[in-house]
């Protein structure tokens, strides 16, 4: 019940296309979700996040799709560039725990390339 | 901007050696994480500390320690390398609760 399912595992995406990811959870006490950005040699960076009392998110390109009822979440990058190329792990965990160091759960991430 | 920074970015050991893997963050936060991670399973969590010397057991602590004797500093032991301990190990730290991990750039641990 603490895992969060992450498809596709690669994606390749034409220069100015959509990139899309999709995550699915089963706990239904996370209330948060972020997304991490990893690019080779990097260690992974918070990119966006949000919460299940909104149903989307937007930061510039990338924009969270939040279906509570289904439980699944999604990342969408508009226009996307070879810059975009990395890896991104959806995670989920709950602040409502009673502990201090709520645990967050990640994906198994998904291999983005952007092509010229 | 807070930084969380890993004392070797490469690591060759041989197998049965004691291995620290050191790591420090400048933000005061009181949280610490040690993840690895393998192609096609993501982020493992092995340790996690909330406070200067507490520790709790992630998802995958055998062959594993930990020691946080100071708030900046999180070190995970490989108490006998061997070959499965193979990996790119990431150290996290964070504020309180789930919020905004920071990572380093990680380690790449491996035992020959």
Redesign the interface.
């Known amino acids: 019940q603490q895992q969060v399912k992450q498809s596709p595992q690669s994606l390749i995406v034409q220069k100015g296309g959509i990139s899309i990811i999709n995550c699915a959870y089963e706990n239904t006490a996370f209330d948060y979700f972020p997304w991490y950005q990893q690019f080779p040699g990097k260690g992974p960076a918070l990119l966006i996040a949000i919460r299940p009392d909104v149903s989307e998110k937007k930061e510039g390109r990338f924009t969270i799709s939040f279906n509570k009822s289904a439980k699944q979440f999604s990342l969408h990058i508009m226009d996307s560039q070879p810059g975009d190329s990395a890896t991104y792990f959806c995670a989920a965990s709950s602040s409502s725990m009673k502990t201090s160091y709520d645990k967050v759960i990640f994906g198994p991430g998904t291999s983005l390339s952007v092509i010229p | 901007d807070v930084k ?1 920074t890993q004392s070797s970015r490469y690591l060759v050991k041989r197998t049965g050696e004691k291995v620290f893997l050191e790591c420090v963050q400048d933000m005061d936060h ?2 610490m994480f040690w993840y690895r991670q393998d192609p ?4 493992r ?1 092995i340790y ?1 500390s ?1 406070d200067v010397k507490m520790k ?1 057991k ?1 998802d995958i602590p055998e062959g594993y320690s930990v020691s946080r004797e100071k708030k900046e500093r999180f070190s995970l032991i490989l108490e006998s390398a061997s070959t499965n301990q193979t990996s790119m190990y ?1 150290c ?1 730290s964070s504020w ?11 380690t790449r641990l491996t035992v020959v």
Request: proline residues 4%.
């Open positions: 969380v009181e949280n096609g399973l993501g982020l969590l996690f909330y709790e992630g990431l996290a309180t609760g789930p919020y905004g991990y920071t990572f380093g750039s990680g």
